[in-house]
């Protein structure tokens, strides 16, 4: 891979980082929402997951391109296909380019990829920007969490997410642990829905910070198999309009769900799955983390977002199929997925199998 900044101006790139759940893609989808006119904006997307919804839920009409690596971490076992996604994205030659790695991710190989000769002169690396909630920020169980402390090590701007969420002791007391870090960092502050100020993207970015848990992937049990072939994105088909794919590394295993674009889904019977995802969850003994999808309800799209915590649906701009993707911590073996896939499918208003 061979890049000549004489030919073409190093693309400003900031890697967004946070653990699962904590409003990643909520952030990138403000600032594109928010993209000066002028410019054309990049994002690389990374899920553990096989299926991909973040690439989905980043669909807008402000002409970004987006390069999705689904089914396992940029950071180690999917990092030459990261490599492949960023020689596409770069020769398209954007005015910004955005990294949103699974929450999963460690930060350090991907910034170590982005700093490889060739790339690195490609690339003017700014500011690291990593949320995280405030609750699991003072939680001493996260914050011996390897990868998680990491997250906040390698940061340079440390964003306290959905903080409407909070009351003030508690986002007082994370100014203050996190204004104690070490070296410092260049932006503390609290953001709500996702409104990252635009101006701390050009915040620049120093090698002082280091990871105190490199290897920290490498010491989980089951690591991801490495993955081969191409970045492209499943597509359902007439023989194939419905798609199921399982992946287990990181102490976690994912299912997810592709439909073609005539199934469609009954909104409120949707809507009163997610309330009872955590039940159902707690019945079938799964240590659910994660849901997320875009689904097909009549003509409208909607993302769903959900964490243990709460959720909340929201009408996109996606039109392609409808998406789901489940995570879950690895306990006992691997989840009974058949019994998420039997409610999900119990809440579609047309089934293309069945109608025709």
Known sequence: MNFSPAANKAVPTNLISGFLGVGKTTAIRYLLAHTPQHERWAVLVNEFGEIGIDGATLESDQGVDIREVAGG???????????????RLLRQRPDRLLIEPTGL?????????????????ALQLNAVITL???????????????????????????????????????????????DELYPPKQRVASIENGAIDAAWLDLGTTSQRTAEHPDAHR???????????????????????????????????????L??????????KLKHWAEDLAELAAAQNVPLTRAKGVFRCGDKWWWLNWTPQDHSWQAIAWRRDSRCE???ADSAGEP?????????????????????
């Open 73 to 87: 971490c940029v950071c180690c076992t999917s990092g030459p296909m990261l490599r492949v996604a960023l020689t």
């Open 105 to 121: 991710g460690h930060p350090a190989g991907i910034l170590d990829t982005l700093r490889e000769p060739g790339l690195a002169q």
């Open 132 to 178: 995280v909630d405030p609750a699991q920020f003072l939680d001493e169980k996260y914050r011996q969490h390897p990868v998680y402390a990491d997250q906040i090590s390698l940061a340079d701007v440390l964003l306290a997410s959905k903080s409407d969420r909070y009351d003030a002791a508690t986002l007082q007391q994370f100014q203050q642990q996190a």
């Open 219 to 257: 010491k989980l049990l089951s690591p991801l198999q490495p993955r081969t072939g191409d970045t492209e994105p499943l597509v359902p088909s007439a023989n194939e309009p419905l798609i199921c794919r399982s992946n287990h590394g990181l102490g976690s295993h994912s299912c997810g769900w």
């Open 259 to 268: 439909f073609a674009p005539q199934f469609q889904f009954h909104l409120q």
């Open 326 to 328: 489940l995570i879950a």
């Open 336 to 356: 009974d997925w058949q019994a998420f896939a039997c409610s999900l499918l119990s809440t579609l208003s047309v089934d293309p199998r069945i109608n025709n």
